[in-house]
């Protein structure tokens, strides 16, 4: 708000100083020294003034946008996207195709990335599939010259720690900019301590900065709940949350807010902020994953690295993740991740052991029960097994 009138002082201060330097000069030295100080100085400002143009010199109108600073009125630099500029519109007997429209997008990546990284997850693919399809079918009607406000796209992942939602927030960045929504299609993940200050005057800022970051793309709030605290109406979260409202609303064309956390404690976010909630068109709910899943998901993570657990191997994993799901601070496919990255080390250092010992290509990628008994969770549920009941 002050900016101009800083940048005038600062200005000023650089004159004043200037004139006062030449002044002294011009009374104490002599008059060849002080002509050649006078040349010395032009000269040298010159040449800043030259290389400071050389540095901001850029090529593209997208790396000039970047460079902007924001626009006043909490709007921010980065282009509309939509893709009805610059396009023909269809006279009204013309047909399109649906199909060829995806082949166009190029949005059949997206759903074989999906499949190959997460096992299962139907209910989620299939509800990432009815948005592309919203969004093909918008695309299309802007093609005929159908005018419709740009969707609401704003989306909120619940479900519990490493269910998925980080992954599928990522592709569905690139889904959107491939089905021309999003400019750049990355992902800014944040957390309260990212958007929120301590002190007063820091959260708006904080939360600009990571606004800025984000355009063009997704920002993924983690946790999100936590911005608000109840009862606590000196909180700075709620200045963070107000300026992401307007941003959701004014800016929806150029930013993806994804709010994610704990289903139950994301509903008492939405009951206590209804703003928010109300700018939330899609809601995604990751299931926890089934034992059987969670085994599945391990396969896949193993084959993808060139392993595989033998028979007697799965079995004892499956006796793990049974134990494991009943813990505190279990992470579903991130326990299971974890856990494998664990075995691996047991399996080299079982290898290593004996290094006189030929090692065959299997023997190179077979994970033996032996590594996944090694566990201190086995060693630790025996004994509370044996405790007796209180
Ligand atoms: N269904 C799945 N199949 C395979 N891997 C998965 C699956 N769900 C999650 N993962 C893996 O688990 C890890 C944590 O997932 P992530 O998306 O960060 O979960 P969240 O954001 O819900 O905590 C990642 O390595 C991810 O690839
Ligand atoms: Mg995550």
């Known amino acids: 708000?002050?900016?101009?009138?800083?940048?005038?002082?600062?200005?000023?201060?650089?004159?004043?100083?200037?004139?006062?330097?030449?002044?002294?000069?011009?009374?104490?030295?002599?008059?060849?020294?002080?002509?050649?100080?006078?040349?010395?100085?032009?000269?040298?400002?010159?040449?800043?003034?030259?290389?400071?143009?050389?540095?901001?010199?850029?090529?593209?109108?997208?790396?000039?946008?970047?460079?902007?600073?924001?626009?006043?009125?909490?709007?921010?630099?980065?282009?509309?996207?939509?893709?009805?500029?610059?396009?023909?519109v269809l006279p009204p007997e013309a047909t399109v195709s649906l199909a060829e429209e995806r082949r166009t997008a190029d949005i059949e990546d997206v759903f074989t990335a999906l499949d190959r990284q997460l096992v299962g997850l139907v209910p989620i693919k299939k509800k990432v599939d009815e948005i592309a399809s919203l969004l093909l079918v918008d695309r299309v009607r802007q093609r005929f010259g159908l005018q419709a406000p740009r969707p609401n796209l704003h989306m909120c992942f619940t479900g519990d720690p490493g269910t998925g939602k980080t992954t599928v927030a990522l592709q569905m960045a690139d889904l959107l900019r491939r089905l021309g929504y999003l400019e750049k299609g990355h992902l800014v993940h944040a957390m309260r301590d990212d958007l929120v200050g301590e002190f007063i005057g820091h959260t708006a800022p904080k939360t600009k900065r990571v606004l800025e970051r984000a355009m063009g793309g997704v920002l993924f709030i983690d946790e999100a709940y936590y911005l608000y605290r109840a009862g606590d109406s000196k909180d700075y979260g709620q200045e963070c949350i107000d300026i992401l409202l307007q941003v959701m609303e004014n800016d929806r064309d150029k930013l993806v807010v994804i709010l994610a956390g704990y289903r139950d404690r994301m509903d008492e976010f939405f009951e206590s902020n209804p703003g928010m909630s109300s700018r939330i068109a899609h809601h995604l709910d990751f299931a926890p994953y089934t034992l059987n899943e969670l085994l599945a998901i391990g396969n896949a993570m193993l084959d993808r690295s060139s392993y595989y657990l033998s028979p007697e191997a799965e079995?004892?994993?499956?006796?793990?993740?049974?134990?494991r799901m009943e813990q505190p601070r279990f992470a579903n496919a991130r326990s299971v991740r974890n856990e494998l990255e664990r075995s691996r080390l047991r399996h080299a250092h079982r290898l290593a052991a004996d290094l006189e010992v030929s090692r065959s290509k299997d023997d190179l990628m077979r994970i033996e029960p032996a590594d996944i008994l090694a566990s201190p969770l086995f060693a630790a549920s025996a004994l509370s097994a044996s405790l007796p009941e209180i």
């Open 1 to 88: 708000m002050y900016g101009f009138k800083v940048q005038y002082i600062k200005m000023s201060m650089l004159l004043f100083a200037a004139l006062a330097g030449f002044t002294l000069a011009y009374y104490n030295l002599s008059r060849p020294l002080f002509l050649l100080l006078v040349i010395g100085v032009f000269v040298l400002a010159g040449s800043i003034a030259i290389g400071r143009n050389a540095w901001t010199q850029t090529d593209t109108e997208d790396a000039r946008a970047a460079m902007m600073p924001p626009r006043r009125g909490g709007k921010f630099s980065v282009k509309v996207t939509r893709r009805q500029r610059n396009q023909e």
């Open 315 to 323: 079995l004892a994993f499956r006796d793990y993740l049974t134990i």
